[in-house]
């Protein structure tokens, strides 16, 4: 190759520039930038279509997305309702605490120190702790209901693995002489006896929740709505009133201790109300704290135990014949020398009193007396009296447990069963069912239905003997309380008091100990006007005392001498200094 | 004469703009304030449920009759010793 004669290069050496070739000037197709053209509009509008999908069409996810970086679900907490006693004090009441927990990986690599240190906050030994930190369980409790300054000891600690959750802890001020009435809950806050159980439904809170939205230093700035609202539990005010519950609590535990029975109960019913005052149980339990709770202790023996209440339920077969104008008060029987037959039978009293009126059948409590008057009666109308007074009946007092008793169908009475139906064998009801049927003497004849809670309004009775019998059966019961009745040791300084008492023979495997009695005591106070009905059970006291007369009168004695005087009633009798008979005249049975 | 319109409209936008996010500020506060008492007032009926019980606890009964009787050394009075008076009554 040769260079140009002008030196210059020149392509092809034509003449023509390069960039003007005309082999290289390319003629494309019209439809390519028209597809070109067309792909990039379709793309921008499948942008725009799920640009427009995503905002407006289904934009439930991505905003739902958007929400868990901001919006917090919150707990709201309920708690359990109070429970109050008529006056206002506090019987149960929650408290918020915590659960310690631990993660069990996580709380590996402590030092044994702190481990020591977290097991003396926590109350137990350090080998339990260390067991169950060595559980093949990844998450464990530790101890549940810590309160709260433990706790934020505990958490002080820094140990690493500590879990702490809130739970709310059931605390009983008045300990073991409310435990019987106010019952308790368990772990989880649930109740699990007496009123705690029964107003279950009431007490419990219901927690709720809401969303908010919380900015960066976690302080919520915006409330946005509830998911489910709280609802805290009711408080409830009960009928009870603690200085009568303490007083009755008090005079069955030494009444008990005193007599060396097995067990003791007694409530108190306002005559006017229905309302129970008090129900004490002896032995008892400590409700804040039931470690090592016994069914003795549990039992409450005034609603789940039924005995045969024997001669306080006297005065039912009385009143029914004189409310059917068959005896008067005045109406004389010969009861003989203390042995009488019936049906096959021999019925006996204590003494031979010969012949005596219905009165002195009270006064004395005749066995036989009661009988002769039975005997006027007919099954059905005794049947009949027993089943409005309520027993035998399913009682609605809106307490768990509480049990029916046994009154047998009137048409299988034979005569024998009837005559000790007329003293209060053979038939069986709870102390509270007697309690109940004998407001119909502190009351005019009528009976009212009780109640646990304050009751605000008068309540309606239903009447089942008239007013007349009823105040002729106040009579009669309050001789029995005087000197020559069975029940001397029932007199209340200062005020007239009048009831009447029962031994009966407990049944031991199906027969009728000659060895273990029930003492019982049925009465009311002041009988010039009635405010207490007070029923006391001293079961099997193993002492050399053992009738009702001996037991539970003095402690019925005891208790409405104190709870008159707490309550400020005033005095109706002048007579300050009681005299007890030095051989008190016992009871037949 | 739209012109002036126009600014006018422009500058009640960015104003109304503005206020919207002043009252954002001052909900948030407010709800935040809000919360703060809700919390306060949870904390004050946790204390008055304590309290109530330690009402109940140290005004029981037992507790009183026990130091009536040990360290005031009171007894219970019996009708014998009590003058009744009665109102109305000479």
């Not at chain 1, 704290?289 to 039924?306: K, W, Y």
Request: net charge positive; aromatic share 6%; charged share 20%.
């Amino acid at each position: 190759m040769k260079a140009g004669a002008n030196g210059s290069r020149v392509a092809a050496g034509k003449g023509v520039a390069f960039s003007k070739s005309p082999v290289l000037a390319v003629r494309l197709p019209d439809w390519r930038s028209r597809v070109v053209l067309f792909v990039l509009f379709a793309a921008f509008a499948a942008l725009a279509g799920r640009a427009l999908w995503v905002q407006a069409m289904d934009n439930q996810f991505l905003q739902k997305k958007g929400a868990s970086r901001y919006m917090r679900t919150e707990e709201l907490p309920a708690t359990r309702g109070k429970i109050f006693d008529r006056n206002g004090m506090v019987l149960a009441s929650s408290l918020p605490v915590k659960s310690v927990s631990a993660f069990t990986e996580d709380i590996k690599g402590t030092p044994p120190e702190k481990l020591r240190e977290l097991a003396r906050l926590l109350d137990m030994p350090e080998a339990d702790l260390l067991k169950k930190l060595a559980s093949n369980r990844s998450y464990v409790y530790l101890k549940r209901q810590v309160e709260m300054d433990v706790v934020a000891r505990i958490e002080k600690l820094d140990i690493d693995g500590i879990d702490t959750r809130k739970e709310y802890k059931r605390f009983y001020p008045q300990g073991e002489v409310m435990a019987h009435i106010v019952g308790f809950t368990n772990v989880e806050d649930v109740g699990q006896e007496a009123i705690e159980l029964a107003q279950q439904k009431a007490l419990a809170g219901q927690p709720g929740s809401r969303r908010v939205i919380k900015d960066r230093l976690g302080r919520i700035v915006e409330d946005v709505g509830m998911q489910r609202e709280p609802h805290d539990g009711k408080d409830l005010t009960l009928s009870v009133d603690s200085k009568l519950q303490y007083i009755a609590f008090n005079s069955v535990k030494e009444a008990v201790d005193k007599f060396h029975a097995k067990a003791g109960a007694a409530v108190v019913l306002d005559v006017h109300t229905g309302e129970v005052l008090a129900l004490a149980n002896w032995p008892t339990y400590d409700p804040n704290n039931r470690a090592h709770l016994t069914g003795e202790q549990l039992r409450n023996r005034v609603i789940t135990d039924t005995f045969e209440p024997g001669s306080t339920l006297k005065p039912f077969t009385v009143a029914l014949a004189m409310d059917k104008g068959l005896v008067k008060p005045s109406t004389l029987f010969d009861t003989g020398g203390g042995r009488y037959s019936t049906g096959g039978h021999i019925i006996r009293d204590t003494h031979a009193h010969g012949v005596i009126d219905v009165s002195t059948i009270i006064q004395k409590s005749s066995n036989i007396g009661t009988t002769k008057i039975s005997e006027m009666l007919s099954a059905q109308e005794m049947w009949e009296m027993f089943t409005k007074v309520g027993f035998g009946q399913a009682p609605r007092y809106g307490f768990p447990g509480a049990v029916a008793g046994r009154v047998r169908p009137y048409k299988s009475w034979r005569t024998v069963a009837k005559a000790n139906m007329s003293f209060g064998q053979g038939i069986s009801m709870s102390l509270l069912q007697l309690a109940h049927a004998w407001l119909i003497f502190a009351r005019d004849g009528d009976i009212i239905p009780l109640s646990f809670q304050k009751v605000t309004e008068k309540p309606v009775g239903q009447q089942v003997i008239s007013a007349k019998t009823a105040a002729q059966m106040r009579t009669m019961v309050e001789s029995v309380v005087g000197p020559g009745g069975t029940a001397s040791q029932a007199q209340v300084a200062g005020y007239r008091a009048g009831g009447k008492t029962g031994t009966a023979q407990k049944v031991i495997d199906g027969r009728y100990s000659q060895t273990h009695y029930v003492g019982s005591f049925a009465g009311m106070v002041p009988m010039s006007n009635p405010r207490f009905l007070i029923a006391v059970m001293i079961d099997d006291p193993t002492g050399p005392i053992h009738t009702g007369g001996g037991v539970a009168a003095p402690t019925f004695a005891a208790l409405a001498a104190n709870a008159l005087r707490a309550a400020n009633v005033p005095p109706d009798s002048t007579v300050t200094d009681i005299i007890i008979p030095e051989h008190p005249f016992e009871e037949s049975n | 004469m739209t012109g002036k319109l126009n600014v006018m409209l422009t500058t009640l936008l960015v104003g109304c703009a503005l206020s919207v996010v002043n009252a954002r500020y001052q909900r948030n506060h407010l709800v935040n304030d809000l919360e703060k008492l809700a919390s306060q007032q949870r904390q004050l009926d946790i204390d008055w449920a304590q309290l109530q019980l330690d009402q109940s606890t140290l005004g029981k009964n037992e507790r009183i009759e026990q130091i009536a009787r040990t360290e005031l050394n009171m007894a219970p009075l019996s009708p014998a010793r009590t003058q009744y008076l009665t109102e109305g009554e000479k």
